[in-house]
């Protein structure tokens, strides 16, 4: 299937993607907040520049977009067109993910990802809380 917007629209879409501030993120630091905890955002010393860090707990926290990071969920779903471009980027996000997690891990810290697709899940709030007090 042909694109069907021209290569200018098409740059000013993808311009208009953010990496942090999303409003997935936003809903995982206002429930955070309200359950008490403090926090620091995009902490560019560490791998990764975690979403969410809590340093008290040596905890981060990753918020993904389902399709950007390539969940199996079917917001996660991968184009039809254009199949070698959108493989090898989302392959190249999900193994950077990976390789930051791990290299936090080296570090003493514990991560969390949180899909997208998560988010309206009553049961979020206590997998955090979990997660934390471990």
């Given amino acids: 299937m042909a694109d069907t917007i021209t290569p200018e629209q098409r740059s000013r879409v993808m311009a208009s993607v953010h990496s942090f501030n999303t409003k997935p993120e936003l ?3 206002s429930l955070l907040h309200r359950m008490g905890f403090r926090f620091r955002l995009h902490r560019k010393d560490l ?5 969410i860090c809590l340093p008290k707990y040596r905890r981060v926290v990753f918020v993904h977009g389902c399709f950007w990071h390539g969940h199996s969920c079917s917001q996660g779903r991968r184009p039809a067109s254009n199949r070698a471009f959108w493989n090898k980027k989302l392959d ?5 993910d990976a390789a930051a997690i791990r290299s936090l891990r ?3 810290w514990r991560s969390f990802v949180i899909w997208e697709c ?6 979020l709030a ?6 934390l007090a471990d």
């Fill in 27 to 29: 809903i995982v630091r």
């Fill in 47 to 51: 791998p990764g520049r975690p979403d």
């Fill in 92 to 96: 190249g996000n999900a193994q950077r």
């Fill in 106 to 108: 080296a570090q003493g």
């Fill in 118 to 123: 998560q988010l309206k899940s009553p049961k």
């Fill in 126 to 131: 206590d997998r955090l809380r979990k997660f």
